[in-house]
């Protein structure tokens, strides 16, 4: 377990990581703006359907960063090992070659990995997956974040009137929480509503 998590731990997953959060936070901003278009407070299945759409659509201007997630292994690929060749050191482990590869050695006598020019990095179909399963990992942690950050922000407002007086003829409004847009109201008559903004 510990070692399998270890193993995890790789400059590539750490970047692909990241980039997960980025996009998931892409997707939470998104969900929080759409999820206040159909006027309504409280979780409906109508909005929250609109909303993650919408994430999801704001994803799509993104496909053309297909090979992003691979850039640690383009760049230790095409960069870095190619440069470590040229200079006679090994491609695995930066041990200096000079000297050895003229006396017809195949291996790095440091680490063991053969002496050969590094094969360029290849898209494969590989990339693509990875790049899908990134985007609905986003996809599902920004919005079901973004419908509980409205949601509890409804929920609070509505402990805030309730902790009030709400017997006095009074209004109560507020801007919602960012990224969301719009007020949250309630009135004596007509009690709680919402209006997008003016
Ligand atoms: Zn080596």
């Given amino acids: 377990m510990l070692r399998s998590l270890a193993m995890f731990f790789t400059r590539g997953n750490l970047f692909r990581s990241l980039l997960m959060l980025i996009l998931a936070a ?9 999820r206040t278009w159909g006027g309504e407070i409280g979780f409906h299945a109508g909005q929250t359907v609109i909303a993650a759409g919408f994430g999801l659509i704001m994803l799509v201007p993104l496909l ?7 850039w640690p292994e383009i760049y230790t690929r095409n960069i870095r090992d190619r440069r470590r060749y040229q200079r006679s050191r090994c491609t695995a482990c930066d041990y200096d070659l000079r000297g050895i590869k003229e006396t017809g ?19 494969t179909f590989g990339i693509f997956k990875k790049f899908i399963l990134i985007n609905l990992l986003a996809w599902i942690i920004g919005a079901s974040s973004g419908e509980m950050w409205v949601f509890t922000d409804e929920v609070a407002f509505q402990r805030e009137v309730f902790e009030a007086n709400t017997n006095e003829e009074k209004a109560y409004f507020r801007e919602r929480r960012w990224p969301a847009v719009g007020s949250l109201y309630w009135t004596k008559s007509l009690g709680f509503y919402t209006r997008s903004s003016e």
Avoid: K, N, R
């Fill in 64 to 70: 053309w960063a297909v090979t992003v997630p691979d």
């Fill in 26 to 34: 892409h997707v939470f901003y998104m969900y929080c703006l759409a």
């Fill in 105 to 123: 050695e195949t291996i790095c006598a440091e680490c063991g990995t053969p002496i050969a020019e590094p094969v360029p990095y290849q898209f």
